[in-house]
């Protein structure tokens, strides 16, 4: 392998974090892509990305493209040639092909030229490929600078591009390329690098350019300060990511905010200082102190100014939800129900009063039909009309990462029974599952009326967007109704919340049929389950519980010999009643034996099937249908269907077309003829 090296560097202003992945992978998909067109050996992609600079160092290139032999076809002998001589046809071709008379080749009656082509250089090959991947990166949210030529996702300050030790000669966004960097912002001015020694160049300058070696240094100081102080940081990996991307050589600052704040909930004291300062909260014998770890980017602060100002905002902002949190105590919880009456839920959805009063009645009628207790019911109805109180609460106005959890505060404050105040707080969670009774009929509650209601004024996620979370809504729904086990209907649900909302139009509940038919279908491929099984029983998305154990009986009995006896049986069907609408027929009209004979074994099976159906047996259904195989051969092998009487004919279509729907009652088993066994 070669062992010349290249780099690109683009020095940029402050990057976004939520810009650093989607650079990272495109940067290195688009560099890979053009050195492959490009036919230009290399070895190892290296991507940095720091707060002030992105860049690639590329490990074993070649520096010559390699060569290649090209063939082209061009126009059959006969139309290239008359009377021995060239055509306009084929001289047209060879002027196209930049090739001479004697370069052409007959071969299977076409003409052919073919000549050798010499590789370029990598220095001449590199500045096209890194102009063009810079240019084709997309970012979330570009800006554009000077009088708006230049589109990049911040301005660009300098770029570095070389060829071992040679300069390449590129210009990109005004920038002429150099063999300068710069180091960090308040020490050093230009360093000049070279591909062979870049990542420690700049560590000199005291840019750490590694994403792995900043997070290494990160945990490191992390553990300094833990064993100095003789005290727990845990590390949140989201926070670590944030600071390793903000930072290009992050040093901790150890400080402390007034003890009077550690009265304060925790879960507020960590919201302010971890999401709102972005600093490590700091843990003696699992209890939360007053200290945090913060982070500058660049050496140690002998004077300790960085730490003054981290201890000022963050005692401000405590001081701030300290008030907060006192006077919103001062009033029982229920009070700031009435305070939902003044904040819209969505246009055209009415307000969060109105939007609790549906949520509690649709939770009523869930709790129901789940046949909840009295005082489960109590519970409940409780949750669903304390549910978004909090959103009124001076803490959740100023802290919204809060709700919730507030509320569970709050509620706990006003004497609530556990259950209600936990149930507020789990309802808002939409990655896991609550835990409560509560929580999970007030969620699934709250996402059906959210659901419906977009639904209803027209608010429909489309292929690229969908700006209420209507999606990840569908999702919670199914996950807490399949791992809680409820057996319930939920286009029923749908129906009674479009009725609550005083919306309901076959329209509107079509389109619903229809998101949560392939969102359904998404979740089964989320749980692990083929393509063809998912779609095969999508069919389910009204009882999501029954369509996962029904995916699951599929999924096993695809592994049987049984499987191919049960795909024939049931194709024999399909094939030649899936044009027929009705299911109608009139058993007293068979004829011939055998159709009397299916018809008898059929009517067996349809009760044995839906037995084992009402015990949600699913793998007795599947042997159950696949027993009806030699009836179903010997009906084909002995009756007519498609016979010229009419009345026959239909009749029997008929019958056959209540066997296929038999079928369908487990799922669309002719999406199953492609599945692979295993």
């Known amino acids: 392998m070669s062992d010349h090296k290249a780099l690109l560097e683009v020095g940029i202003e402050e990057l976004p974090s939520s810009e650093v992945q989607g650079i990272k992978t495109q940067l290195k998909e688009r560099i890979e892509r053009s050195l492959d067109n ?33 063939k082209k076809k061009g126009p059959s002998e006969k139309i290239a040639y008359k009377e021995g001589e060239p055509t306009r046809a084929l001289l047209g071709f060879l002027r196209g092909s930049n090739a001479q008379i004697e370069d052409v080749s007959v071969e299977d009656g076409y003409v052919y030229v073919q000549r050798e082509i010499i ?24 800006m554009r600078w000077g009088d708006g030529t230049y589109r990049f996702v911040r301005p660009v300050k300098w770029i570095t591009a070389m060829l071992d030790s040679e300069i390449l ?10 063999n300068k960097s710069r180091g960090h912002r308040f020490f050093f001015d230009e360093v000049e690098v070279s591909p062979e020694n870049y990542f420690q160049n700049m560590r000199d300058a005291l840019v750490i350019a590694r994403e792995s070696d900043r997070e290494e240094r990160t945990l490191s100081e992390i553990r300094r300060i833990e064993s100095d102080i003789h005290s727990q940081i845990p590390v949140d990996e989201g926070l670590l990511a944030e600071v390793v991307s903000l930072t290009e050589y992050p040093t901790a600052v150890l400080g402390n905010f007034m003890e009077k704040y550690l ?62 949190f006192e006077k919103d105590k001062e009033r029982p919880f229920e009070q700031y129900v009435d305070g939902l009456q003044g904040i819209l839920f969505q246009r055209g959805l009415g ?25 489960e019911l109590f519970e409940v109805e409780r949750t669903a009309l304390l549910a978004k109180a909090d959103q009124i609460t001076r803490v959740v106005q100023e802290f919204p990462e809060l709700q919730g959890i507030m509320g569970r505060i709050y509620a706990e404050a006003s004497g609530e029974k556990s259950g209600v105040a936990l149930g507020i707080e789990e309802h808002y969670r939409d990655i896991l599952v609550p835990t409560t009774l509560t929580g999970a009929v007030v969620g699934v509650s709250d996402r059906i009326d959210t659901l419906a209601g977009n639904f209803a004024i027209g608010n429909i996620p489309s292929a690229s967007k969908d700006p209420y979370a209507l999606r990840r809504k569908a999702s919670f729904i199914f996950r807490t109704m399949h791992h809680l086990g409820w057996k319930l209907d939920l286009l029923e649900l749908l129906e009674r919340a ?41 069919m389910w998305w009204r009882f999501p519980y029954l369509g996962v154990r029904a995916a699951e009986a599929i999924s096993e009995y695809v592994k049987n010999e049984d499987f191919n006896d049960l795909l024939i049986a049931y194709q024999r069907v399909h094939n030649i009643s899936r044009g027929h609408s009705g299911n109608s027929f009139d058993g007293s009209k068979f004829i011939e034996q055998a159709e009397r004979d299916l018809l008898n074994n059929y009517l067996k099976c349809f009760d044995d099937v839906m037995e084992a159906l009402e015990r949600d047996d699913f793998e007795k259904s599947l042997q159950l249908l696949t027993s009806l195989k030699p009836h179903i051969d010997r009906y084909f092998d002995d009756v007519f269907v498609m016979a010229e009487q ?33």
């Open 38 to 70: 490009n036919r230009l050996g290399y070895g190892e992609l290296e991507v940095f990305v720091a707060s002030r600079r992105f860049g690639v160092l590329i490990h074993g290139i070649e520096l010559k493209q390699s060569d290649f032999v090209e």
């Open 119 to 142: 590789g370029k250089m990598a220095e001449e090959l590199l500045p096209q490929v890194f102009s063009e991947s810079l240019s084709s990166l997309d970012f979330k949210k570009p």
């Open 169 to 178: 000669d590129m210009e990109l966004f005004g920038k002429r390329s150099s």
């Open 263 to 324: 009265s304060l909930p925790p879960e507020v004291i960590i919201v302010t200082i971890k999401h709102h300062q972005r600093t490590f909260p700091v843990y003696k014998e699992g209890k939360l102190t007053n200290n945090f770890v913060a982070f500058q980017d660049g050496p140690a602060d002998p004077l300790g100014n960085i730490r003054l100002g981290y201890e000022e905002v963050i005692n401000a902002r405590l001081e701030d939800a300290f008030f907060y």
């Open 351 to 375: 307000t969060l009063r109105d939007k609790t009063e549906r949520t509690t009645a649709l939770s009523s009628e869930i709790s129901r039909r789940l046949k909840a207790k009295s005082d």
């Open 498 to 538: 479009l009725n609550n909302l005083n919306k309901t139009s076959e329209e509107t509940l079509d389109s619903l049929k229809d998101f949560f038919s392939g969102r359904y279908e998404a979740f089964l491929l989320e749980r692990g389950f083929s393509m063809n099984i998912a779609r095969s029983v999508k």
């Open 646 to 678: 009419e009345d026959i004919r239909l009749n029997r279509l008929g019958f056959l077309k209540s066997v296929d729907q038999l079928f369908l009652k487990i799922g669309d088993l002719s999406l199953l003829l492609e599945e692979e066994r295993v």
